[in-house]
């Protein structure tokens, strides 16, 4: 079994995912993400109303003797997992009610911070044949952290807002499951019975890694992981213990068209935006002293004054001081309720703020 060096990106192992995760160097990897055997316990076959057989899991690699022997093997992953991952990178683990709850457990046992339990409902869950529980339309994800007390961490938080038409994401994602032309077969049969939508891979790797970061996927698959990974601009690490899967995922992977630098670009989060202090739009003559403000409806007017400061109603300050003081406020953000006049349209002055922006980067 050859070891996994920091230079081997891009590429995929076919093996135990425990032993090759240990044969990788300390704190290697940015992000990880998980779709282990879910242990679902199954017994016998499922059958639909008119007795045909449903394509369940009954693969050997979610066989496990007890749960005792499905905790162990979870804790030696995890284990290692932590082992790997840098100290402010992070881990998504999905399951379902079989095994979600056992993993999230060891997972705090272990000293993973979690920050989210994502739930994924399918728009097109498969029905609940006998009629004696509710359709399970969903799968959990646990998304975490090894750094203590969750801190420093990648989350792409403006890039989700814009993901979803400017509002903030939620934990609850509603999306497909893998179906049509995405689903890959193999003698006409799921080549995977578990094969996780593009769609999934795509806001989870959008969210909390950045182009370049190493992705690494202990239970590869078909590879979902590391086409998403290659079209984002991110590097993967692939294991999984069949070769069949392995083959599969490789000539998958092979066929994707990684995005052009330009459109990997995500909306940055504000806080790391260089701060632009209201002076400097008088400094550089895009609002000159005696210019007037308004707020949007024109209910109050402050007059910029040439160090930067306004005045209004014989308050003097900055725009959010004399913000909140004309409307009574504790507080006020300046830039979104002050604007200014262009051509008989009010413009927020966080206009003229975003363009100095542009032009400083």
């Known amino acids: 079994m050859t070891k996994i060096s920091k230079m081997q990106r891009n590429s995929i192992h076919q093996g135990d995912s425990v032993a090759l995760m240990a044969a990788m160097p300390d704190a290697s990897v940015d992000l990880v993400f998980a779709d282990p055997p879910y242990n679902l316990q199954l017994g016998g076959e499922l059958h639909r109303p008119n007795n045909s057989r449903v394509a369940g899991v009954d693969n050997d690699w979610d066989r496990f003797k007890d749960f005792a022997s499905y905790d162990a093997f979870t804790n030696a992953w995890l284990t290692q997992a932590r082992r790997v991952l840098k100290p402010k990178g992070g881990l998504w683990v999905i399951g379902s009610y079989h095994n979600i709850f056992r993993v999230g457990a060891i997972l705090q046992d272990l000293g993973f911070w979690i920050l989210n339990d994502i739930i994924w409902r399918k728009t097109n869950p498969m029905p609940n044949f006998r009629g004696k529980r509710f359709t399970n339309a969903h799968e959990t994800m646990i998304w975490c952290t090894p750094s203590p007390n969750g801190r420093g961490y990648t989350f792409n938080y403006e890039a989700m807002k814009a993901l979803n038409e400017d509002l903030q994401m939620r934990s609850d994602w509603h999306l497909p499951i893998c179906t049509g032309g995405e689903r890959l077969k193999k003698n006409g049969e799921k080549a995977h019975p578990t094969q996780k939508p593009e769609a999934l891979l795509h806001r989870v790797l959008l969210a909390s890694s950045n182009p370049g970061d190493l992705v690494l996927d202990p239970f590869f698959g078909t590879g979902t992981t590391g086409a998403v990974a290659k079209r984002l601009g991110r590097d993967f690490i692939g294991i999984d213990a069949d070769p069949g899967y392995v083959d599969l995922a490789a000539k998958r992977i092979a066929a994707v068209q990684p995005l052009d630098q330009e459109d990997l670009a995500v909306t940055p989060s504000k806080r790391s935006l260089p701060r632009i202090p209201f002076g400097w739009l008088v400094e550089r003559g895009m609002l000159r002293p005696g210019a007037?403000?308004?707020?949007?409806?024109?209910?109050?007017?402050?007059?910029?004054?040439?160090?930067?400061?306004?005045?209004?109603?014989?308050?003097?300050?900055?725009?959010?001081?004399?913000?909140?003081?004309?409307?009574?406020?504790?507080?006020?953000?300046?830039?979104?309720?002050?604007?200014?006049?262009?051509?008989?349209?009010?413009?927020?002055?966080?206009?003229?703020?975003?363009?100095?922006?542009?032009?400083?980067?």
């Open 292 to 361: 007037q403000l308004y707020d949007a409806r024109r209910r109050y007017a402050a007059s910029v004054r040439a160090d930067g400061s306004v005045v209004a109603d014989r308050t003097r300050g900055s725009i959010h001081q004399v913000g909140a003081a004309v409307q009574g406020a504790s507080a006020c953000n300046g830039w979104t309720f002050w604007c200014f006049e262009d051509k008989g349209q009010l413009v927020p002055i966080d206009m003229l703020r975003q363009k100095l922006r542009a032009e400083l980067n």
